[in-house]
């Protein structure tokens, strides 16, 4: 099991660091799966326990983020999926991308997320329900790219583009992974920061008639995995 | 020759690997391997995590969560060797003496035995029964709070229903109070025994720590093969081991049943008036009772007079009780005013024709009951209490949390109750409210993480109008009170003196609840507000405004409560002992010092988690 959550930056108005609610959010979920209280088919529910825990600790934590959390099922050969606000996920089978995760935005650049509100501030803060995260499940194959990333990548670089940095993968071991990971979250960067290209995210803003042009600098994270024999 | 070679050996393996690491410590299982396998047998000595939580008496954490609760004990460290205070550790449900101090807790028993501390437990199942070495506890925030730690010979894994179940103390120890907060891992010389165990039991007494204490892993190591004698110490013979043998407690009958008539030829015993005897005699323990009651017949009379036993703790003796002492007791208990039977008669030991038998003779007069952590209680046990014991004022079933949602019903039979205690059990919301309509004279209401009730908006208005003496009510972790249940709750009952809602999530300062609450509660000692995320400055002037003799207050991880509100509330409530600002963003270690300076006599507490 992995995945991505990205906390939401407005928090460091508030003097909180916009890290500390999608990291604990995470850590937690790596507890649950480390400890078997999960259940691999149901990702929603990893998330939803997370998020219960959250508000259990003694911290007053504050913060949003959004969750994409993918369970790779050794045994049934199913992807298993949970998808909250605009990370997402791709699985691709020779170069073609064959299913991916729909982004929930409530409206332009405003994703679905999962937050802890500062008391008086419930109604300005969005706040969503883990429950309303995005489920599926997909038979995978031997072979098969699955990328997970935040919306760093997705609204930098449109899928020919990484779908080109996926061919240059030839290898499946492990360094090859890391290189063509960490080769397409450095494009993306170059991208994000160039006033002048057209990207995913600025023809999106055009489409709500927003003029606007260049990448959309943002954390960038990019997780790689293939679906391989499991060797002990 | 060759033998005395072999154990030199196995003796050195054994205590090289004792002195390991900690990184070697966390391999999962090490072969100590006997120089030679031809004369000594393998020994191989396993090292392993609780696999499970049986059973425990109360924690800090909620029922349907894992942060703070007892469940963390299972498995890895998740903390260790760090410090501090985190969700992810075992923390019981008080620590220190603040809550012996409040009204609602009832007096000691008389006659509890000096070497008793015990105030929480847990019980830990492990995979593999061994002989046990050593069993290390990870201590990761205030240690010092074990005191005991016992083994059970049953294997709580398997399929067979208990018979024969031992209790042998391994270690036992005094309360201590570490210097520091700081982790340790804690492991004691142990006892060694003679039967192969996978279930432990650790009791603590948090009694002089400064805050909660937490606790991260327990490891059990130990020996598949019964180790030969020789090669351990011989086992400490502990005079309060004997003492309080089952034979002993259960020898209750006696030979000198009969022995009534024993006036003449006591000696200087004659001269001495019954009373002047029995008062004496009512400074000894229950084993020491027994005991004496074997040295002659006078004495033998004089202990068993039912004016002994109008207080019987049985608590300290929970690991040898069983219907047959218990039914050895009853002709001298015909006077009963307090029992504890609290964390007695589980695995099978007390039954319900045992107990009942003894109620019947015993709880005529009985008004207080303690029956916390009783697993062997059921429905029909509590329809006998509450049939029998109806001059009942005190009833304490915290933790007994198998116990049906049904069995509540019949606590409302007991129409004097003036103390009831239901914390981590099922009880529903209709049991409860029946309870309440007929429970009125009840002072003291502890309903903490009883999850199953629905509604407690109801359960507060129902308080309101027909228990209105109530004294002290306890809703930590009540997920669903409102400002509204809370208003009617403080506008009914005026004469409360504590209220814990910690916890209690769904209460919203902005409603101006906590205001209205401190207006309405002249008399408030005790207010737990525990992680309410809303409490603000204005809350805590209203309590230093209406409520004057405050005495304990926790206000912990609110980012809404500034120094300046702190100190008028310090100023305005002299008796103020105990105030929880752990995590309270604007309150940081400079301001609690600067406070602690300026209002020495307030325990002012400041959690962290580094």
């Not at chain 1, 599926?136 to 997705?154: E, P, W, Y």
């Not at chain 1, 020919?160 to 240059?168: F, G, H, P, S, T």
Request: charged letters at 20%; glycine letters at 6%; a negative charge.
């Amino acid at each position: 099991m992995w995945c991505v959550a990205d906390g939401v930056g407005g928090w460091r108005d508030y003097g909180v660091d916009p890290s500390q609610f999608s990291g604990t959010l995470m850590k937690t979920c790596e507890r649950l799966v480390k400890e078997g209280r999960f259940i691999p088919s149901n990702p929603v529910g990893v998330l939803t326990k997370s998020y219960y825990e959250l508000l259990q600790n003694k911290v007053p934590l504050l913060g949003s983020s959004t969750a994409c959390i993918v369970v790779l099922d050794r045994h049934s050969h199913q992807l298993h999926t949970a998808n909250l606000g605009d990370s997402g996920f791709l699985v691709v089978r020779r170069g073609e991308v064959v299913h991916r995760s729909d982004e929930q935005q409530h409206y332009f650049n405003t994703p679905f997320q999962l937050s802890i509100a500062p008391p008086g501030a419930e109604g300005a803060v969005l706040s969503d329900s883990p429950d309303a995260a995005d489920s599926s499940s997909f038979d995978v194959q031997l072979g098969d790219i699955i990328l997970t990333a935040t919306d760093g990548l997705f609204d930098n670089m449109p899928d020919y583009m990484i779908l080109q940095e996926l061919k240059k993968l030839k290898n499946t071991n492990y360094e090859s992974i890391q290189q063509t990971a960490r080769s397409i979250a450095e494009q993306a960067h170059v991208l994000a920061y160039d006033p002048t290209y057209m990207s995913p995210f600025a023809q999106f803003a055009c489409d709500n008639g927003l003029n606007v042009r260049g990448g959309k600098p943002d954390d960038i994270t990019v997780l790689l995995s293939i679906v391989a024999e499991y060797t002990d | 020759m060759l033998t005395l070679l072999s154990m030199f050996y196995y003796i050195c393996l054994r205590r090289r690997s004792r002195s390991g690491t900690r990184g070697e410590a966390l391999t999962s299982r090490r072969a100590v391997e006997s120089g030679q396998r031809a004369v000594l047998p393998v020994s191989v000595e396993v090292e392993q995590y609780a696999k499970e939580v049986l059973d425990f008496s109360s924690h800090y954490g909620s029922e349907n969560s894992m942060s703070y609760t007892m469940w963390n004990l299972a498995g890895v460290p998740n903390v260790y060797p760090s410090s501090g205070d985190f969700t992810q550790t075992a923390v019981f449900r008080a620590y220190g003496k603040w809550w012996e101090q409040c009204a609602s807790t009832p007096p000691p028993f008389r006659c509890t035995p000096k070497s008793f501390h015990s105030q929480d437990y847990i019980e830990l199942g492990f995979e593999e029964p061994v002989y046990p070495t050593a069993v290390e506890v990870l201590e990761t925030y205030y240690p010092g709070a074990i005191v005991q730690i016992l083994a059970c010979s049953h294997n709580p894994f398997s399929q067979n229903p208990p018979t024969d179940v031992r209790w042998e103390v391994l270690w036992s120890g005094e309360p201590t109070k570490m210097l520091t907060p700081q982790a340790r891992q804690f492991s004691p010389n142990i006892k060694h025994i003679n039967f192969p165990t996978n279930l432990l039991r650790l009791e603590v007494n948090s009694s002089l720590l400064d805050y909660y204490t937490e606790l991260d892993a327990v490891i059990l190591r130990g020996v598949k093969e019964r180790p030969m004698l020789a090669l351990y110490k011989m086992p400490v013979i502990d005079i309060s081991d004997l003492s309080d043998s089952e034979e002993e407690l259960s020898d209750l009958g006696g030979p000198f049943r009969q022995g009534g008539d024993g006036k003449q030829g006591n000696g200087y015993f004659d001269k001495l008036p019954y009373e002047l005897i029995q008062l004496i005699l009512s400074h000894l323990t229950l084993p020491d009772l027994c005991r004496l009651a074997q040295s002659c017949k006078l004495l033998h009379h004089h202990c068993c007079d039912p004016l002994q036993y109008t207080q019987l703790s049985l608590q300290p003796y929970w690991a040898r009780l069983s219907d047959a002492s218990l039914g050895h007791l009853q002709s001298r208990c015909t006077l009963l005013q307090r029992l504890n039977l609290s964390w007695t008669g589980n695995r099978g030991a007390l039954t319900l024709p045992g107990i009942s038998s003894f109620l019947k003779a015993c709880g005529l007069s009985l008004v207080c009951l303690e029956l916390s952590c009783c697993h062997f209680l059921n429905e029909a046990c509590l329809e006998v209490i509450s049939q029998t014991c109806s001059e009942l004022q005190e009833l304490n079933l915290s933790s007994c949390d198998r116990l049906h949602p049904q069995a509540f019903t019949h606590i409302s039979k007991l129409t004097r109750l003036r103390r009831l205690v239901l914390y981590r059990t099922k009880i529903e919301q209709t049991s409860i409210l029946n309870i309440l309509t007929f429970c009125i004279e009840l002072r003291h209401l502890n309903l903490g993480s009883c999850v199953r009730i629905d509604d407690c908006d109801v359960v507060a208005s129902m308080l309101a109008t027909r228990c209105r003496s109530l004294r002290s009510l306890d809703l930590w972790r009540c997920r669903n009170l409102t400002d509204r249940g809370l208003a009617e709750l403080v506008s009914g009952c005026r004469m409360l003196e504590e209220l814990d809602l910690g916890w209690c999530p769904t209460l919203q300062s902005s409603t101006g609840c906590f205001q209205h609450l401190a207006r309405r509660l002249p008399r408030l000692r005790k207010l737990f507000l525990t992680a309410n995320r809303t409490v603000c400055d204005a809350d805590v002037e209203e309590l230093a405004t209406g409520c004057p003799s405050l005495q304990h207050l926790d206000i912990l991880g609110t980012r809404l409560v500034s120094a300046a509100s702190l100190k008028k509330l310090l100023r305005a409530c002299p008796r103020l002992l105990l105030l929880d600002v752990s995590f309270c963003s604007q309150v940081d270690m400079r301001v609690v010092q600067e406070l602690c300076g300026l209002f020495p006599n307030v325990a002012i507490k400041k959690s962290f988690t580094q």
